[in-house]
């Protein structure tokens, strides 16, 4: 309930008339209050004296032959208020404190000492107390303070005295700070609508925290856990250090992903005000967890679980709703409540629905729309469930349109995790569970843009599933998947035919390659999946069918039979069979330039064997020759030799 329907109601039963008289209904121009709250911040005492001074003016005009008059005057205070007390000039005055259960509030009633007439006025001050965990949200400690400032009345003012040794922060309407010795005063000046006005007052000591550590066992690695807490609350801090070392290994196991925090895990008691929803204080510049202190054990484990989703999460509803989910997995082992039935939550809300991907981070904050998101996020990932298979692919980097990848574990943190906005979630849940949009509540999720583009969006993943299928196991193309996850459907029907044309020229590539015993190189594939159809592709399967032509050329060569000519012309060199193998050797290792190399060589060598073989002939009938000629001169001059002088008998 509002302030203002709080203080209305409150005020409805201001007006009463004399016993034998008719109540009447109460309206803004029945009666008058001004006041003055004062709020005296005691941390030592661990209270807050509250002191309300009350002049209320009866402007009820008499009916005719009847008389108006109050009696008593109610004022709501706040919850946890405790030993009210009520005088004025002439001493005490009754008050009662009790809950008004129609109006859920606390309601102090002052009765008056006279009943008060027609234009006469009663002067009194209400003072009560608010005590350190009054109620869950009041704190009032050396460390911390934290409480709700109301006006009352018609017209009001509020003054707040605490020691200035406290960094404060006051949100809500405004109130200005000034300092008297040692103390701080904030003052709020006149005040025309009390029951709208209210100041949500925060005060902290830096130096006032204690660290509680504890190293906690994971998979791959232990995690670093500091919880910081206010030194007077370490119940906080050994309840929570508790609750954190046994909900990272949950989590992990839950999300089946490891744990992708560097560095120390922070955990640190906060008195921010959070806004509504689980009760998240805005996110510290220092990436350290904040938990207010009065928020239940299910928000430190939505927070924790925070540090899985954010990495992933584009969108804020898939952020909220993942870190829910898990939450509301753990709690379950951990005997940790509820804060709420989300289903029953978001039914209860359906007045401020809206589509979830329009709920943005930077948008001006409102109570109740982000009470609706939080719930309605939350539902829905109950409600489709089976979720770790999408959140592994992401943080493993893996879009929904890719194949996963040899030697990549879904779940192993990436260096550059895939973060998923609502088209992308929908994309991967479609992925991993076969479940089409209309089954994943897509109304409830995306823009009246987007659901228009559904019919598109289908007409194009069938296309893909075909390109995919007559692909093989050689993956899908980036530029496709990118356009596909972008739901650039005009954009990606045009690349899965040309993809799909170029697959076709592929496959009879292949094929005359394989006739010829060669094997594709990677690089083919590399192209495919780099460019789909593109030129790039296109470029290599020409560069690669030229090769294929200019190895059946040299191949066929080969194996020809060979002249008597040819033989004495290889004789002493590689014989052109070991060059086109070489050649295999390089195309399969995807080095076109050697290889197109060796084929040349093995086909110069066939070129030149008739010629080096006729070389080598006639060099030899050569050789031959001289060698006879030498001979015969070497015989012919042993005949021709003069004889010797003939001796004497």
Known sequence: MSRRLVLAAAAGILLSWSAALPRAAAGADEYRMETTATYLVQPAKRAIAVSVKVTFVNTTPDPAGKFSVFTAVPLAVQDGAKSPVATDAKGRLKVALARDSENDVNVATVSLRAPLRYRKAATFTLSYTLPDGGVPSLRVRPSAIVFSAW????????????????EVVADG?????????????????????????????????????????????????????????????????????????????????ATGVAFPHSGPLVVSESAAVAPAGIGEPPPASDQTIQVIFDEPPFTVLHELAHVWTDPIAGDRWIREGLASYYAEKVAAELKVKLPYDPSAQRTKLKGTAFALSGWAFDEPPSPERDRFGYAASWALMDEIGALSGAVQRAAAGIDAYESLPAGIRAGAPAQAPVALDSRSFLDQLERVSGRGPAELSAPSILSANDIALLPKRAEARVAFAKLVSAAGDWGTPAPIRQRLGAWDFDGAMPLIAEASTWLEKRDALTARLEALGLTAPRRLQDRYAESGGASAADDELQAEGDLASSYAAALERANRGRSLVERVGLLGVPDPSAHLAGANTLFAAGDLTGAAAATAQARRSLDQAATAGWLRIVSALVVLVAVVALLVGLASRGRLAPAGPVGEA
Do not use: C, M, N
């Open 151 to 166: 006006s009352f009345g018609t017209t009001g003012q509020v003054r707040i005295d605490l020691p200035s040794s406290y």
């Open 173 to 253: 309407d405004t109130l200005s700070a000034s300092h008297s010795g040692d103390t701080t005063v904030l003052q709020s000046g006149a005040i025309v609508e009390p029951a709208s006005w209210l100041a949500r007052v925060t005060a902290t000591r830096p130096s006032a925290f204690a660290t509680l550590t504890r190293s906690v066992p994971l998979k791959a690695v232990s995690a670093d856990v500091q919880v910081r807490t206010w030194q007077d609350d370490h119940e906080w801090g050994d309840r929570t250090v508790d609750l954190v070392a046994a909900a990272l290994p949950r989590l992990e196991a």
